[in-house]
């Protein structure tokens, strides 16, 4: 019978132990800094400020990359952000020029009214470094303090639905698009939680663009050549929202002897 139950005894005596390493709710536990590796989607919504606040309303935005936390809560990333709804604050003789007539109307090739749309778009491709501090005993998460840098580009997207206007067919479109770009920085300040378990991860702030920007077009047709334009400042300022999905995660191993 001592013989028979022993299997059970040890089972016991391994389950208490790792019971009691990982009773989260026990006030005496402590998440200890892990080493992880994260991918995931975000979601901002921005304001636009300087140049950008010249030709564009408000936009929305969808993210991803994949970050690199350290054991102790620096973190490396890279990042890609599209930005999408933006409709155009400015008129448009601005960056139509002679295409619109004193009515404010585009006149397509039949002689009516055409049917444009006009939107702006904007991307960005870049890296960042960040520190997590934590606020309780769950070490992986806490205030998130981000700084990134890259390369950000924004336009004017056309859309001609009916194919009338024969200025904006083929690369003529590409003339009044106001297609620019240049280096930029953003900063983020939130909270990132990482749950005990891994299985809910989120994090959530304000984040602020700063943005210096020229056309790469070569040539605007409204404007005229583009090599000695400046370049100009624009920025960004919103709320993020973003969910992680572990890839990776280095834990410590204990090892327990029986006797």
Do not use: C
Not at 69 to 79: G, L, P
Not at 123 to 149: D, Q
Not at 163 to 189: C, E, T, W
């Amino acid at each position: 019978m001592l013989v028979l139950m022993l299997p059970i005894v040890l089972f016991a005596q391994r389950g208490s132990v790792a019971d009691a390493r990982t009773d989260f709710s026990s006030k005496s536990y402590i998440d200890s800094g892990a080493t992880m590796v994260w991918t995931g989607v975000n979601m901002s919504g921005y304001l636009p400020v300087g140049y950008l606040h010249q030709w564009f309303k408000p936009n929305l935005s969808v993210g991803t990359g994949v970050t690199v936390k350290t054991s102790s809560n620096w973190t490396f990333d890279v990042n890609f952000h599209y930005m999408f709804g933006s409709n155009l604050r400015d008129t448009l003789a601005s960056f139509l020029g002679d295409m619109v007539d004193e009515h404010g109307r585009v006149v397509d090739g039949n002689g009516l009214t055409s049917t444009l749309y006009f939107e702006g778009r904007y991307w960005s491709l870049g890296a960042g470094v960040g520190k997590v501090i934590p606020v309780s005993r769950w070490r992986n998460s806490g205030i998130w303090l981000h700084l990134g840098m890259g390369y950000f580009s924004h336009k004017i997207r056309i859309n001609d639905y009916d194919n009338q206007v024969p200025q904006l067919a083929g690369d003529y479109r590409k003339g009044y698009d106001h297609r620019s770009g240049g280096f930029a920085m953003n900063q983020f300040i939130g909270y990132l939680f990482i749950q005990k378990n891994r299985l809910l991860n989120f994090y959530g702030g304000i984040e602020f663009w700063e943005i210096w920007s020229k056309p790469n077009r070569n040539y605007v047709l409204n404007e005229g050549p583009t090599e000695n334009m400046k370049s100009k400042f624009s920025g960004l300022i919103g709320l993020k929202i973003g969910w992680n999905i572990p890839l990776y995660e280095k834990k410590e191993v204990t090892t327990f002897y029986y006797r």
